[in-house]
T-cell receptor, first 112, second 112 residues
């Protein structure tokens, strides 16, 4: 089983729509969680960390459910510039502290 | 420098040749990582350096792959006797003790 599994999409939504991505992770002892964004033919960039209490950054809301080992990202009022691949990322901690495990990504296209 | 610098940005090599890829991390970042991303695929972990600890080489796909890092500075990833399946974007990232990654823009390797 992969360390991080993501809904692969693709998601195609109109501008202004709300879209949600889901992700599950296999190791219950995982310590840190992130969403990265990767534009076409570019390197991944940190979008936001995910905290246990849930956190929001503008139009983006991230949620963590440790009991279900589930992470989500909600994007409200989608913009054309949100079109990208969104990567769910987990740090297992322990002996692999510092190493991040990446999901394969969910592709989002926002159309006008 | 301000970001993670990788060179060359593009490399075309003949099958069977050796290649060396370079990564210059953010100054002061103790951790350095190499990942590989094949076209349309997710990030594949290769190797992880943390300070003066022994590197985590568990992701290297074969003994043709090796990497070195001098202290907390530059790292080189060497691929010997390149094969066509080695064609990918090789991404380097650095972080301060495992807190969030900053990626370089990658080296696009094409083996012909």
């Amino acid at each position: 089983r992969k360390e991080v599994e993501q809904d692969p999409g693709p998601f195609n939504v109109p501008e202004g729509a709300t879209v949600a991505f889901n992700c599950t992770y296999s190791n219950s002892a995982s310590q840190s969680f992130f969403w990265y964004r990767q534009d076409c033919r570019k390197e991944p960039k940190l979008l936001m960390s995910v905290y246990s209490s849930g956190n929001e950054d503008g139009r983006f809301t991230a949620q963590l459910n440790r009991a279900s080992q589930y992470i989500s990202l909600l994007i409200r009022d989608s913009k054309l510039s949100d079109s990208a691949t969104y990567l769910c990322v987990v740090n297992k901690g322990g002996s692999t502290l510092g190493r991040l495990y990446f999901g394969r990504g969910t592709q989002l296209t926002v159309w006008p | 420098g301000a970001g993670v610098s990788q060179s060359p940005s593009n490399k075309v090599t003949e099958k069977g040749k050796d290649v060396e890829l370079r990564c210059d991390p953010i100054s002061g970042h103790t951790a350095l990582y190499w990942y590989r991303q094949r076209l349309g695929q997710g990030l594949e972990f290769l190797i992880y350096f943390q300070g003066n600890s022994a590197p985590d080489k568990s992701g290297l796909p074969s003994d043709r792959f090796s990497a070195e890092r001098t202290g907390e500075s530059v790292s080189t990833l060497t691929i010997q006797r390149t094969q066509q399946e080695d064609s990918a974007v090789y991404l380097c990232a650095s972080s301060l003790q495992g807190v969030g990654y900053t990626f370089g823009s990658g080296t696009r390797l094409t083996v012909v």
